[in-house]
């Protein structure tokens, strides 16, 4: 087993320092032998892909040579799988965490769930039996091959799951039967007690002595301790697990030779778990683009877009998430924080477990920790990389040398650090009463983890390991070790003597031509001889011994030879480089087995860790944009005091914050609190819908986005952008904002925009929270405003279960026209403007206060927007009288077709011209006695000429 790193090339045997009559020795040892990098397995698996936002992120793999390596660590391989029935399966591995992961089978599920799944696992492969759903397949094969997606602007790349590898595998392999023997067929340790319980229930009941009693009741045994974390009645999601333990089974048999111990740990499984997705708010894909939480762009140095396998090139753009990203100071604390953002909670719990970390984080007292805590979390990786090196024996997988980044000073930082943050966390007053940093506590276990560093510390030389570019034991580990290497030290001045006492041997005239003695690792001790330019042999071969002086190789001016003094040094001290690097690594070896006991310890800290640092960023985020903790509660209300855009105020010098209440329906069977909460008199006067009109560019769209924003934050644990908020348990965001066009896509706009709004409305519920933004613009305006009509009064009639609908139109006359019913359910607001139609200048015209004011507003102020924007004066002059006509209600089709003064002095002229030609005779008696030719065609000419003069008659007359 190899401990030596990544090799830096043997001394070289070619360039030997010369020096007559003296020996050749370096007093340390050489950089690296000649010897090939080893590990434990003949080869390293290759993955199919990475993902960019998630696997980039970190930066620990851009300089690892070995790609196959972390594309291996980040493979997820998902299968999924839609019955006939609608009925969706799923499953997904992450080689990272050794986790297997099934979905409750989803009934009836949609393109968005399927969407969803994708964006949230990341897959880098994707499994699907040839028999499944059109749907399905179809939606698949469009998200593996859209790789670049040159075709989408960077908020939809980041909406839209991909790339992956696609593979199509027979329908036998998503079997449910033969899927539950495999899970049943899993060596996992599973926590606590449950296994030992069902065990001992199971067994009692059968005859020990019966051999077939035995084997059944284990097997009831294993299938009950299964279904402890298995739902056993999801059986597309558990055909699912079934195709993917197919699937590993398949690249160990491809990847490992037979009876290869590495195999045994390759893909291996750690837990088995089960997850829902009603445990959490549902927020799609759409969702995700419209309220720009996730967003990802290329990189803008074209060196990070490749050919790396383990990134695409795309790193966090302007988001929501990305405010919080660099904030997180592991890799382990980036990917949970993804998570984080992903699925936002609806536990309460959760929510202010998350919230009590934060608010402790931020107290001013605990600043300076809070800093240090952030410095030594900088100092720690990701521990799962590690433990994988440590397994394949790679100590130094960078792609240059550098002991600095290897695997032994990772871990020794690691201990180091990860023991400094208990200590902090311990002496931060009250510490004890927040979860967060309680776990850490409690899972970090201070005696495993400075054994671990103190076993690499007295082992590891790290400052000869830096010097020599490969892992060093440290003197005094072993006490062999230690002979061999002051042997090895002591051998400059044994070259020397024996260089002198060859040259006593030799002839006279020889002496001159004989240079010196060197060794050289693998090949021993060698006689160094000048050569001869003429011949190419050397100036000297043994003439004159009783010996024979063989010829190893030559090199730049000299030739190395073996003789019989040289052999017997051989065989007297042997290859004492290769010896000395021998013993090093399996000292090293031992080292890893002994550190590779505390595996779990490792994993369970360095995983705790990441989850607290996520929870530190959000707390450092708030505490950096001057965010409020929100007040979270079961009753379906929505009191937002003093709202902002987390992003808009950024890019802005001054953000005008507006305030929101609204009250959602108390439901028919409400699970999250009392039902007639809801109805208490200081909420009946907030209504469920709310309708914005105004001017286009007067922040309207960006209001519905910032309180979908601030709800969604509060439900990751996070605080929001407010003064303050009341906010209750939602259940969904659902939105109709952005069109997420694609050639990819085989619909138009207007169908994109009817299956979003669609979507809405079959899955919205009383706790979720719809957005409406401008719904109906891609279809005349008479079907438009009939679309859009018909969309709110749908939710604003829903009675108990109307869902909390924020919706921003430019269709005046539904209301005018009073299209819409008026209820204490629904709402008017506008964004103020002030309207100065005498200024000079165009820009002047209208001010923007982007105040929320009750109320609707008269007009959209289109034609002025136009003018601000470029567009020529005539034109919108003549849309604004359009305008004016349609406010008379005239009849546009005769006012458009009405003819202008000059247009009726034209018309007449023509006229005359046209009633002066038909009086004109032309035909053969007016030709009688006129000549032929010439004289016709001057005729003709001068009654054209007669004719158009009524034209300028008339012209002059008028």
């Given amino acids: 087993m190899s401990q030596s790193g990544q090799a830096s090339g043997p001394p070289s045997r070619a360039t030997p320092r010369t020096a007559s009559r003296s020996s050749i020795y370096s007093p340390q040892l050489p950089a690296h032998p000649q010897r090939s990098r080893l590990s434990l397995r003949p080869s390293s698996f290759r993955g199919s892909s990475a993902n960019p936002s998630q696997r980039n992120d970190d930066g620990d793999e851009a300089d690892d040579p070995f790609p196959e390596d972390a594309d291996a660590l980040s493979e997820v391989i998902m299968a999924l799988d839609m019955k006939a029935n609608g009925n969706l399966g799923c499953a997904y591995y992450i080689a990272a965490d050794e986790i297997l992961l ?24 994707v499994l699907t039996p040839s028999r499944t759903s059109e749907t399905l397949a179809d939606l698949l094969a469009k998200c593996a091959h859209d790789v670049d997606r040159d075709d989408e602007s960077d908020d939809q790349r980041s909406g839209v799951p991909g790339p992956y590898a696609l593979r199509i595998l027979k329908s036998a392999d998503f079997r449910y039967e033969s899927a539950k023997e495999k899970l049943l067929g899993l060596e996992i340790q599973t926590q606590g007690e449950r296994s030992m319980l069902y065990a001992s229930v199971t067994d009692e009941g059968v005859d020990a002595g019966d051999e077939y009693g035995e ?32 699937e590993l089974q398949r690249r160990r048999t491809v990847q490992y030779l037979p009876n290869d111990p590495d195999a045994l740990v390759a893909f291996r499984i750690r837990s088995v778990e089960m997850f829902t997705l009603f445990d959490s708010m549902f927020i799609n894909a759409d969702a995700l683009v419209s309220l720009q939480i996730l967003r990802s762009e290329l990189h803008p140095n074209s060196q990070m877009r490749g050919p790396d396998k383990s990134s695409l090139g795309a790193k966090e753009s302007l988001s929501v998430y990305g405010l919080f990203h660099h904030l997180a100071c592991t890799p382990q604390g980036k990917s949970k924080l993804r998570q984080i953002f992903l699925r936002p909670s609806i536990d309460m719990d959760v929510i202010n477990s998350r919230q009590r970390t934060i608010s402790f984080l931020l107290r001013p007292d605990h600043a300076e920790a809070v800093t240090e805590l952030t410095k030594d979390l900088r100092k720690i990786k990701n521990m799962r990389k590690s433990i994988s090196d440590l397994r394949k024996g790679v100590d130094n997988p960078g792609r240059k040398v550098s002991m600095t980044n290897n695997v032994w000073s990772i871990l020794q930082r690691f201990a180091l650090h990860a023991l400094n943050i208990r200590s902090i966390l311990g002496q931060m007053h009250g510490a004890e009463r927040i979860n967060a940093i309680g776990k850490v506590v409690e ?7 400075h054994k671990i560093g103190e076993m690499i510390s007295q082992t590891i030389d790290f400052e000869q390991s830096a010097e020599r570019g490969r892992t060093a034991v440290k003197q005094g580990v072993d006490a062999n070790l230690d002979e061999m290497k002051q042997n090895y030290d002591g051998m400059e001045q044994l070259l020397t003597e024996v260089n002198e006492k060859l040259q006593r041997d030799l ?3 020889a002496q001159r031509y004989v240079q010196n003695c060197v060794f050289l690792p693998q090949l021993g001790f060698l006689t160094v001889v000048s050569l001869n330019p003429e011949t190419g042999k050397g100036n000297y071969e043994g003439e004159g011994l009783n010996d024979i002086w063989e010829r190893m190789f030559a090199a730049e001016g000299s030739v190395y030879c073996k003789n019989s003094q040289m052999k017997e040094m051989d065989e007297q001290f042997g290859d004492a480089y290769c010896m000395i690097i021998d013993r090093e690594i399996e000292i090293i070896h031992e080292l890893s087995v002994r550190v590779l006991e505390h595996e779990d310890v490792i994993l369970a800290t360095s995983d705790v860790l990441g989850e607290f640092d996520s929870v530190l960023a959000l707390a450092v985020g708030s505490g950096k944009y001057n965010w409020v903790a929100p007040q979270m509660t079961t009753e379906n209300v929505l009191q937002i005091e003093g709202g902002r855009h987390p992003l808009q105020e950024l890019m802005v010098s001054s953000f005008i914050s507006n305030d929101c209440y609204m009250c959602g329906g108390h439901g028919d069977q409400d699970q999250l609190g009392d039902a007639s909460s809801v ?36 439900h990751i644990g996070c605080f929001v952008p407010a003064e303050s908020a009341r906010i209750g348990i939602t259940d969904q965001i659902l939105t109709r904002i952005a069109t997420r066009e694609s050639v990819t896509r085989q619909e138009s706009a207007f169908a ?6 669609a979507f809405a409305m079959n899955f919205a519920t009383h706790r979720s929270l ?35 609908l924020l919706a921003a139109t430019h269709f005046h006359e539904i209301f005018e026209s009073d299209l819409l019913p008026p209820s204490a359910e629904l709402a008017f607001a506008h964004m103020e403007v002030r309207i100065d139609a005498e200024a000079a200048e165009t820009e002047d015209q209208v001010t923007y206060l982007y105040n929320l004011t009750p109320g609707r507003s ?68 007016q030709m009688s006695g006129r000549g032929r030719g010439s004289k016709s065609g001057h005729w003709y000419r001068n009654t054209l000429e007669k004719i158009l003069s009524v034209d300028s008659s008339i012209s002059d007359d008028t």
């Fill in 507 to 509: 002839p006279e005239w």
């Fill in 858 to 925: 008269v007009s959209s102020f289109g034609s002025r927007c136009a003018a601000m924007n470029g567009i020529d004066a005539a034109i919108v002059e003549r849309a604004e009288e359009i305008t004016l006509m349609l406010v008379r209600n005239e009849d546009l089709e005769a006012a458009c077709t009405a003819l202008s003064d000059a247009e009726t002095v034209k018309l007449e002229q023509a006229e005359q011209v046209a009633r002066a030609f038909l009086e004109q005779d032309v035909g053969p008696r």
């Fill in 102 to 125: 099934l979905l409750e089978d989803v009934a009836m599920a949609r393109a968005e769930v399927i969407e969803t799944l994708l964006l949230h696992a990341r897959p880098t492969t």
């Fill in 215 to 246: 084997q059944q009741g284990s097997a009831q045994g294993s299938l009950m301790r299964l279904g402890t974390s298995v739902n056993l009645d999801s059986h597309a999601a558990i055909g699912c697990a079934g195709a993917i333990l197919g």
């Fill in 770 to 804: 719809v957005l409406v933004d401008e719904f109906g613009k891609g279809t005349n305006s008479v079907d438009g405003a009939g679309l859009v009509t018909a969309l709110l009064e749908h939710f604003t009639s829903q009675g108990p279960n109307r869902p909390k």
């Fill in 752 to 757: 994109i925009d009817l299956r979003q709004a």
């Fill in 679 to 714: 109805n208490m008199p200081d909420h009946e006067e907030h209504p469920s819908t709310l309708i914005l009109t105004g001017p286009n560019h007067s922040g309207k769209s960006v209001y519905l986005k910032q309180v979908a924003l601030i709800v969604y934050l509060a």
């Fill in 443 to 449: 899972v970090l276990q201070p005696y495993a983890i």
